[in-house]
């Protein structure tokens, strides 16, 4: 009996002097918390009682998190957290590093490095710096960010969402909800794509393997161009008709394996508007005017004209005018130090409420005044605006002139989407060989790409070293 003693000593000293991480093993659910300026984990049960009591309760203020039982984080600082036991973990709040759980996770609150889960994700809110990966529905509701990787046999954006997702998207399906959008920075490997939401992405980004449907709407980032290959696809896995990118249609060329998909001029019917671009102010706005044809009277009764705005920003909204086919564009907020973008598009709907694809659509690129220059409050609608020069190479110390070839009387708003790099300066009349418009500066200031925006037209400016 003695020595069965001195072993369990020995061993309960060896257990004291080891660091472990910290595992719950109550069949409690387990909550995670601040109390004063440390994070503590106790039973739920326990953060209930009215009387704090320090023997119920771990401190784990920085420290890696195991636990076997359903886990609730609201507050507090932590290292990794890992959920096993198939249980369950609900974030709410607090910082944290990698988070892993055989369970599902619900996030709705707190900075996490990182998620992955062997079944369900739904974020609500909170901020994920890293990856996300759900080996079952990846679900994504409101106005969120994720920094690395999306990867999940089912990706849902939610009716009402923005997405932003700074990495790789890997899914088996990607729906895209009414009224949300998806805004892609890296490239997108997917099997199907349903609509009828927005996935805004690179051109050349994405990959479909099996099929789209219900008319997702397709936003290509930067400038899109006639001429453009927007996406590839699996032989005869997608029509030209079965995604809408506005202002555009599409035609499909096969080669080495694949389906490319380009874009061309609209031709036919349909709707098209009285500016390609709008630039303003901070609290101004602009009013774009509509054109149909046929006239109303000849097409099908109830079909409709829609406008709609593709923001990621949040800083612009919409008033349409149903009487005579116009949208007022509003700007909220400061002007601010960089630029903001958005896209307006009008189209043709049915009695139902769905696109007539076989119609044209028109689209207006709309940008805040940023870095450089102001428009008044009323805003400032810039038409056939084209730049002679679609990109250039600057010494840092040098300047080139670029010419914004229009008949417009007050010249178009130019800024800077990095000051840092190149700077663009005040326009000024010109007329010449034929031309007429405004002649605006570019100043090299450090190494490195920008775009130069000037009336929606955006011209890239590389600055190499050198004087």
Not at 4 to 30: F, R
Request: hydrophobic residues 35%; aromatic residues 6%; glycine residues 10%.
């Amino acid at each position: 009996m003695k020595k069965m003693l001195a072993w369990v000593m020995s061993l309960s000293v060896l257990l004291l002097i080891i660091p472990v991480s910290v595992s719950a093993v109550s069949s409690d659910t387990q909550v995670i918390n601040k109390h004063g300026s440390y994070t503590y984990m106790g039973a739920y049960s326990d953060w209930e009682d009215d009387h704090w009591d320090s023997d119920n309760f771990t401190d784990v203020t920085g420290e890696d998190v195991d636990c076997s039982d359903t886990l609730i984080i609201k507050g507090g600082k932590l290292g990794d957290v890992e959920v096993s036991n198939d249980a369950d973990l609900s974030i709410y709040g607090g910082t944290m590093d990698d988070v892993s759980c055989n369970g599902s996770i619900s996030m709705s609150g707190g900075t996490a490095n990182s998620l992955q889960s062997d079944e369900d994700i739904d974020i609500s809110g909170g901020k994920v710096e890293g990856g996300v990966e759900a080996e079952d529905w990846l679900t994504l509701i409101g106005r969120l960010s994720v920094g690395g990787l999306m990867d999940a046999e089912t990706i849902a954006v939610k009716p009402g969402s923005t997405v932003t997702a700074s990495g790789r998207i890997d899914a088996d399906t990607l729906n895209v909800e009414n009224d949300t959008q998806l805004v892609a920075a890296s490239t997108l490997n997917i099997g199907t794509i349903t609509g009828p939401g927005t996935l805004t992405f690179n051109a050349g980004d994405l990959t479909v393997v099996s099929h789209v449907s219900d008319n997702p709407v397709f936003n290509i980032s930067g400038t899109p161009k006639v001429g453009m290959t927007i996406f590839k696809a699996k032989p005869d896995a997608v029509s030209v008709h079965d995604a809408i990118v506005f202002g555009y249609s599409l035609a499909k060329t096969s080669s080495g394996g694949y389906d490319y998909f380009t874009l061309t001029s609209p031709t036919g019917s349909g709707v098209t508007l009285d500016t390609s671009s709008i630039s303003m102010n901070s609290g101004g706005y602009a009013t774009v005017k509509a054109t149909v044809t046929p006239s109303p009277s000849e097409l099908a009764v109830g079909t409709q004209l829609r406008w709609k705005l593709i923001d990621s920003s949040a800083r612009f909204s919409i008033a349409p005018d149903t009487s005579n086919n116009t949208c007022k564009i509003y700007l909220s907020g400061s002007a601010g130090t960089s630029a903001s973008t958005a896209t307006l598009a009008v189209y043709l709907v049915d009695s139902s409420g769905d696109i007539l694809s076989a119609y044209k659509s028109g689209i207006c690129s709309v940008i805040s005044s940023g870095i450089i220059g102001s428009v008044p409050s009323t805003g400032v609608v810039n038409t056939g605006i084209t730049l002679d020069t679609a990109s250039v190479n600057i010494k840092r110390g040098n300047s080139y002139f670029v010419l914004a070839v229009t008949d417009a009387k007050t010249p178009p708003v130019q800024m800077s989407y990095n000051s840092a790099i190149a700077v663009v300066g005040k326009a000024a009349a010109y007329s010449k060989n034929g031309k007429t418009g405004w002649l605006y500066p570019v100043k090299a200031v450090s190494t490195g790409s920008v775009t130069i925006n000037i009336g929606g037209q955006k011209m890239i400016a590389s600055v190499t070293s050198g004087g």
